[in-house]
Structure formats: structure tokens, C-alpha cells
RNA sequence: GUGGGUGUAGCUCAGGUGGUUAGAGCGUUGGAUUGUGGCUCCAAAGGCCGAGGGUUCGAAUCCCUCCACCCACCCCA
């Protein structure tokens, strides 16, 4: 069973049928997109090591313990991308995208690389896809970006989510938030459990988040920083629930909401399940006003969400809705005897050139059991080609739901197989 | 990274206190008169019992170490 060799540890393959899964998943998205005016960008899956210890932030998780990174025969350092907004803004910036009431907007599909301990919807490779708009400033980008990703859950059909939505401030109020925050917190320090202990250097909004009930007590009386925040942020934040009902998002607001990466800024939401475990996060995402400029671009708002694929499908599969789109109808060739090897070959590939789905049996087998595969491969049609029908120019055509067989003349073949398959769609609509 | 659980055919699982040729269902393949599927019946193939060590006359079963997966924490997608 495993003498050989295992995918490595956080990985996995994704086999038929489930990868027919991930391409119904990916088609929404890409439609969705299509129809929000979101356009492809395809970035390396490494970059710079650079790239991400300062975007993503030094005292952040991903980058002081979950990065692969590696030197390559150059010397460089180099890092497999552990998300993939930093990747983006590089592009964005390297390209000279951008100007004056200019707007971008890019959609992705991408693996994601983070060394941790894999368990139910963690991986070490995961997949994700995500929009980034970059260039405007307004509340109403960031509706729209959540709007469209209300849109695709509600297309895959992933079930309830619940739609958690903060603001964190900007550079304006938030340092101002954070240094109260640990004034506060201070005297009290070594009541809060070890994890907050870290925290309280590291990222001092989380432990309004820990979920050690202690924690949560001597907490409780602390203001959010939604009380804190600069006319700017608070002006934003109003735009942009308004903007939110216009177009028909629920959400909830959660104060206690914080992203683990450095860049965002003001907007943060994730889409959360309750079905799927502890690793609740559909998806994630909020804005990054300074992101632009940190990567050397000139002062560029932006913002963006990024959703993991594995979890959309573990949510589309508890909710029923991880079916896929039926394959389409197929004919099977069938040969009886050695002559009719050639015939039957060509008549399979113009099949196929007529863009018709067509397979056959690869072993020599015997009528039956060529007949039973084509069953069992869902073929809605068999064409049969032996010396008996080859002695008249003609082939055996049966129907493999209904059980009727006819002899056509060869020359009619092409045609009456298209007849028959427009007819089985056109009844199968009804 | 921390704590706990699991690991027997492709899949889902049986295999009291260690004892000869390790089982079932599903799936796969073949057969049930010469060239005809699905249903049924019959049969076969397929496992170094996750890997490697150890204890023992003897290990799927006991011990150790790895590996992988699962659950929770942590973190996040």
C-alpha cells in the first residue's frame, strides 16, 4: 500500500470525479467575474522573500513560521506564495498600472503554500481564488467586492454563512487605538492566558478575540475600536453599510473581527460556516490602502478578498450542492472482429471531430463486455461495427436507454447520431 | 508548534484475553451456448494487516520509533 511514495504531508490529489467539482467551482467564479468586469492575472507562485515579510507584516504568523522559503542556486531568497494579494500588488505596481481615477480590477486562481499542521480544511497547499481592486478610496469598491463574494457562495449553493464585517482603522486612529488598548490591558496582564501574554506584543486587537473565557471577562469592559475611530474611518465605515443594504448584502458587525495579515486597513470580513469544523473561514478579506505603497508603487488604495476552494467545496458538500454538472452524452464505439478494427477507429474519430464524445474499449474484449463498459461509462449511445454490417456498408446503432438497435447505412452514421443526441437533449430539458 | 484519536483488500468495515491457509459487503474482471449492456445467479483476481525495529516457539493482535490521516488548541483560506 505504501512502499511507494505519498503526496507529501498537507497535500492531496484531486482525482475524478471531485476534480469535476473544482471546475463547476472555478466556471461560477469565472462567470461571476466576467459579469462584475474582473479581469485574470496569472503572478509566479514564488516571489522575493521580501515581498511578503514586509506586505504580510514580520510579526505576523504566516511570516515568522509558515513560509516555505528556500535560496536558489543564485543566492536569492525566495518564498512559495502564502497568499496571494501581495503577489498581485507587485504586478500591479511593477507593471505601471494605476493613475488618477483609475481603476483595476484583477480576479485569480492560485495554490497558496503555508507550513502548518494540516488537519480538516488545512493544508499545506491550498487553493484559493479571489478579485483585488485596486485605485479607489470609496466604500463602494468595497461593497462591491463583498457583494461578489456573497454572489458566488450564493451560486455554489455553499449553504448559511454568517458574513462577519469590522473596520481596524487606518495609520490615523489605529496606533492611537492600539497603544489605549495596552494601557489598559496592562495591569492586569498576568491574569490573561499565555497565548494573550504573546499576543499583547505581537497583535494586541486579538485578544479581544481569544476564546478562553477568563480572557474574555477581563476584557469585556474594553471599548472597541469602533469607538475610536478618526472622522475618516467613521465615514467610510457609515458608506459603506449604506452601500451594503443598497445592494442587498446581510452582514454582521464584529468588533472583535481581526485579520492576521499587517496590510489591511480600515473594511475586514470573512464569510464563516458552521458546517464544515473548526476551520470555519470560507473566505476572507478587507482593504490594504498602504499595501501599493509599501511595494513601491505610489499611494494606491485597494481591496480584496481571497477564498479557499477546498473549504467552499466542504461547505458545497454538507449543504447537498457539491454535485456535478452531468457529463456530456457520449457514444461508445463497439467492434465485433479483428476486420472491423480500422473501420471502427475511424468511425470514432469523426465522432470526435464532429464534436461528438466518443470512447471505446482499449482490450480486445468481447461484445459484452464492450457493451457493459459503454454502460457503465454513461454513453447514451453504442455504434456497433462488425463483418455482418461491414458486408453492407452499414453499422449497428442502438440506444443504450431504450434498448432499440437499428442497422444505418455507414454514410448516415454521423448524421443520425446527432439527430438522436439533439433529441435526447432537447427531451432531457423538459 | 501543543494535546488527544485512528491506520486491516480500490471503498466501507469484521477480525474476545497473541496460535496454523486474514473475512464480509460494495466495486473490478470473467462466465451463465456461437456477435449485444443495465437486473439476477456463479466464479475469480485483489492485503508483507501504514512502515521499521523489538518481546515471543509463534504478532494484524503486546512494546518502541517513524509516517500519514482525523479532532481540538493555535492560526487562517
Given at each position: 500500500?505504501?512502499?511507494?511514495?505519498?503526496?507529501?504531508?498537507?497535500?492531496?490529489?484531486?482525482?475524478?470525479?471531485?476534480?469535476a467539482?473544482?471546475?463547476?467551482?472555478?466556471?461560477?467564479?469565472?462567470?461571476?467575474?466576467a459579469?462584475?468586469?474582473?479581469?485574470?492575472?496569472?503572478?509566479?507562485?514564488?516571489e522575493?522573500?521580501?515581498?511578503?515579510?514586509?506586505?504580510?507584516?514580520?510579526?505576523?504568523?504566516?511570516?515568522?513560521?509558515?513560509?516555505?522559503t528556500?535560496?536558489d542556486r543564485?543566492?536569492?531568497?525566495?518564498?512559495?506564495?502564502?497568499?496571494?494579494?501581495?503577489?498581485v500588488?507587485?504586478?500591479?505596481?511593477?507593471?505601471?498600472?494605476?493613475?488618477?481615477?483609475?481603476?483595476?480590477?484583477?480576479?485569480?486562481?492560485?495554490s497558496?503554500?503555508?507550513?502548518?499542521?494540516?488537519?480538516?480544511?488545512?493544508?499545506?497547499?491550498?487553493?484559493?481564488?479571489?478579485?483585488?481592486?485596486?485605485?479607489?478610496?470609496?466604500?463602494?469598491?468595497?461593497?462591491?467586492?463583498?457583494?461578489?463574494n456573497?454572489?458566488?457562495?450564493?451560486?455554489?449553493?455553499?449553504?448559511?454563512?454568517?458574513?462577519?464585517?469590522?473596520?481596524?482603522?487606518?495609520?490615523?486612529?489605529?496606533?492611537?487605538?492600539?497603544?489605549?488598548?495596552r494601557?489598559q490591558?496592562?495591569?492586569?496582564?498576568?491574569?490573561?492566558?499565555?497565548?494573550?501574554?504573546?499576543?499583547?506584543?505581537?497583535?494586541?486587537?486579538?485578544?479581544l478575540?481569544?476564546?478562553?473565557?477568563?480572557?474574555?471577562?477581563?476584557?469585556a469592559?474594553?471599548?472597541?475600536?469602533?469607538?475610536?475611530?478618526?472622522?475618516?474611518?467613521?465615514?467610510?465605515?457609515?458608506?459603506?453599510?449604506?452601500?451594503?443594504?443598497?445592494?442587498?448584502?446581510?452582514?454582521q458587525?464584529?468588533?472583535?473581527?481581526?485579520?492576521g495579515?499587517?496590510?489591511y486597513?480600515?473594511?475586514?470580513?470573512?464569510?464563516?460556516?458552521?458546517?464544515?469544523?473548526?476551520?470555519d473561514?470560507?473566505?476572507?478579506?478587507?482593504?490594504?490602502?498602504?499595501?501599493?505603497?509599501?511595494?513601491?508603487?505610489?499611494?494606491?488604495?485597494?481591496?480584496?478578498?481571497?477564498?479557499?476552494?477546498?473549504?467552499?467545496?466542504?461547505?458545497?458538500?454538507?449543504?447537498?450542492?457539491?454535485?456535478?454538472k452531468?457529463?456530456?452524452?457520449s457514444?461508445?464505439?463497439?467492434?465485433?472482429?479483428?476486420?472491423?478494427?480500422?473501420?471502427?477507429?475511424?468511425?470514432?474519430?469523426?465522432?470526435?471531430?464532429?464534436?461528438?464524445?466518443?470512447?471505446?474499449?482499449?482490450?480486445d474484449?468481447?461484445?459484452?463486455a464492450?457493451?457493459?463498459?459503454?454502460?457503465?461509462?454513461?454513453?447514451?449511445?453504442?455504434?456497433?461495427?462488425?463483418?455482418?454490417?461491414?458486408?453492407?456498408?452499414?453499422?449497428?446503432?442502438?440506444?443504450?436507454?431504450?434498448?432499440?438497435?437499428?442497422?444505418?447505412?455507414?454514410?448516415?452514421?454521423l448524421?443520425?447520431v446527432?439527430?438522436?443526441?439533439?433529441?435526447?437533449?432537447?427531451?432531457?430539458?423538459?
Amino acid at each position: 500500500m505504501s512502499s511507494g511514495f505519498l503526496a507529501p504531508r498537507g497535500t492531496r490529489d484531486v482525482l475524478p470525479p471531485e476534480s469535476a467539482l473544482w471546475q463547476r467551482l472555478e466556471s461560477v467564479f469565472r462567470d461571476l467575474c466576467a459579469r462584475f468586469r474582473y479581469e485574470e492575472i496569472r503572478t509566479p507562485v514564488f516571489e522575493d522573500t521580501r515581498l511578503f515579510s514586509r506586505g504580510i507584516g514580520d510579526s505576523t504568523d504566516i511570516v515568522n513560521k509558515e513560509m516555505y522559503t528556500f535560496t536558489d542556486r543564485g543566492g536569492r531568497s525566495l518564498t512559495l506564495r502564502p497568499e496571494g494579494t501581495a503577489s498581485v500588488v507587485r504586478a500591479y505596481v511593477q507593471a505601471k498600472l494605476g493613475g488618477p481615477n483609475h481603476l483595476s480590477k484583477f480576479f485569480y486562481v492560485c495554490s497558496i503554500f503555508r507550513y502548518e499542521r494540516p488537519q480538516q480544511g488545512r493544508y499545506r497547499q491550498s487553493h484559493q481564488l479571489g478579485v483585488e481592486a485596486i485605485g479607489s478610496p470609496g466604500p463602494d469598491i468595497d461593497a462591491e467586492v463583498i457583494g461578489l463574494n456573497a454572489a458566488l457562495y450564493a451560486e455554489l449553493g455553499v449553504g448559511e454563512l454568517a458574513v462577519h464585517l469590522n473596520t481596524i482603522g487606518c495609520q490615523e486612529c489605529r496606533p492611537a487605538y492600539r497603544d489605549r488598548l495596552r494601557h489598559q490591558l496592562r495591569s492586569r496582564l498576568d491574569e490573561f492566558c499565555p497565548d494573550c501574554q504573546r499576543r499583547f506584543e505581537t497583535n494586541p486587537l486579538r485578544i479581544l478575540d481569544c476564546k478562553v473565557p477568563r480572557c474574555g471577562e477581563l476584557s469585556a469592559d474594553i471599548p472597541s475600536i469602533l469607538d475610536a475611530l478618526c472622522p475618516a474611518c467613521v465615514a467610510h465605515w457609515d458608506g459603506l453599510r449604506r452601500a451594503l443594504d443598497a445592494i442587498d448584502v446581510g452582514y454582521q458587525v464584529d468588533p472583535k473581527l481581526v485579520r492576521g495579515l499587517d496590510y489591511y486597513t480600515r473594511t475586514a470580513f470573512e464569510f464563516k460556516s458552521n458546517a464544515i469544523g473548526s476551520q470555519d473561514s470560507l473566505s476572507g478579506g478587507g482593504r490594504y490602502d498602504g499595501l501599493v505603497e509599501l511595494c513601491g508603487g505610489r499611494p494606491t488604495p485597494g481591496i480584496g478578498f481571497a477564498a479557499g476552494i477546498e473549504r467552499a467545496l466542504m461547505a458545497m458538500e454538507r449543504a447537498g450542492a457539491a454535485v456535478a454538472k452531468g457529463t456530456r452524452p457520449s457514444v461508445f464505439v463497439a467492434r465485433a472482429g479483428e476486420a472491423a478494427r480500422s473501420a471502427a477507429l475511424r468511425l470514432m474519430h469523426e465522432l470526435r471531430e464532429a464534436g461528438i464524445a466518443a470512447d471505446t474499449d482499449y482490450f480486445d474484449r468481447g461484445l459484452k463486455a464492450q457493451l457493459r463498459s459503454a454502460d457503465s461509462t454513461g454513453a447514451w449511445l453504442a455504434l456497433i461495427v462488425g463483418d455482418e454490417e461491414m458486408a453492407e456498408g452499414a453499422v449497428a446503432l442502438r440506444d443504450l436507454v431504450s434498448g432499440e438497435q437499428v442497422r444505418v447505412p455507414r454514410a448516415q452514421a454521423l448524421d443520425r447520431v446527432r439527430s438522436l443526441l439533439a433529441a435526447r437533449n432537447g427531451a432531457n430539458r423538459s
